[in-house]
């Protein structure tokens, strides 16, 4: 299937789904977060089941956040990227992105409840609140601690360069 026939075939059932759970947020708003057109082109097709898909990569996203984000809080000590980005935190800080790893989790826990009760009112709220979620918590304690990791990188080469050990 061509490229434009399949992002056309996957608005379409987007359309359908949207209508029939009744969810807000636009195709746009979760392409936005969640990527959603780029992963259905890389997989060449649009799943049958296309809310439980969309509820996947939904999850899917905010697991690889939570990673990273424990990463944080708990870093290997032989990954030492892990190691030297947790050092730009206060203990203060690292409770509240553990605080903050437990409020995804409450979101992709209901994620995986709904994938064996199919609960299709849960669901549309999950979708919902999917993207309220990103958009008025997530995202804007993300830059807080984003911000807070590329300062210490940026401290740090600024250090290496004054040493100049290389």
């Known amino acids: 299937m061509k490229q434009d026939e399949l992002l056309n075939q996957f608005e379409e ?44 990569r939904i999850a899917e996203t905010y697991m690889s956040w939570v990673n990273y984000l424990h990463n944080i809080m708990n870093p290997n000590p032989s990954y030492l990227i892990g190691m030297n980005e947790s050092q730009a935190f206060r203990d203060k800080e690292i409770k509240g992105i553990g605080d903050l790893i437990g409020e995804i989790m409450v979101l992709v826990s209901k994620n995986m409840l709904l994938g064996i009760t199919k ?48």
Do not use: Q
């Not at 979760?30 to 097709?45: A, M, P, Q, R, S």
């Open 119 to 166: 609960d299709r009112v849960n669901e549309k709220e999950f979708l919902d609140d999917s993207v309220t979620f990103w958009n008025e918590t997530l995202a804007p304690k993300l830059k807080i601690v984003l911000e807070k990791v590329k300062s210490k990188w940026a401290k740090d080469a600024k250090l290496a360069e004054e040493k100049k050990p290389i």
């Open 13 to 56: 059932e987007f359309k359908a789904m949207k209508k029939e759970l009744g969810i807000k947020p636009s195709l746009e708003d979760y392409d936005n977060i969640f990527f959603l057109t780029d992963l259905v082109l890389k997989e060449g097709f649009v799943s049958k089941h296309l809310s439980r898909w969309t509820c996947m």
